[in-house]
């Protein structure tokens, strides 16, 4: 699928920036590296779909999503941060 030269130039390259448009954001069409095309396409891609939505969903369903408090009940700010350390 993504070796056809007519969709994807030189396919046997490393090049991630095939994959975004020409704004610069990612294609809208990601079902076909995840279900194909044509007449193989997977059969069962809309209960993939469905089972991944409705697993998210109840997960999210479960739980409380807040930020944390410190011990006087105040909000504790998330300061983003990036750090390249591997965490084990």
Same mark, same amino acid.
């Given at each position: 699928?993504?070796?056809?030269? &007519? +969709?994807?130039?030189? =396919?046997?390259?490393?090049? =991630?920036? +095939? *994959?975004?448009?020409?704004?610069?954001?990612?294609?809208?069409?990601?079902?076909?590296?995840?279900?194909?095309?044509? +007449?193989?396409?997977? #059969?069962?891609?809309?209960?993939?779909?469905?089972? @991944?939505?409705?697993?998210?969903? &109840? #997960?999210?369903?479960? *739980?409380?999503?807040?930020?944390?408090?410190?011990?006087?009940?105040? #909000? #504790?700010?998330?300061? =983003?941060?990036? &750090?390249?350390?591997? @965490?084990?």
């Amino acid at each position: 699928m993504v070796h056809d030269e &007519s +969709r994807y130039p030189d =396919p046997d390259k490393f090049n =991630p920036e +095939r *994959f975004l448009n020409a704004d610069g954001q990612l294609n809208a069409d990601d079902h076909i590296l995840a279900f194909g095309f044509g +007449r193989r396409i997977c #059969i069962g891609r809309h209960a993939a779909d469905a089972t @991944v939505w409705a697993t998210i969903v &109840s #997960i999210l369903s479960t *739980f409380d999503i807040e930020k944390a408090k410190d011990e006087d009940g105040n #909000i #504790i700010e998330i300061e =983003p941060a990036f &750090s390249g350390d591997v @965490v084990t």
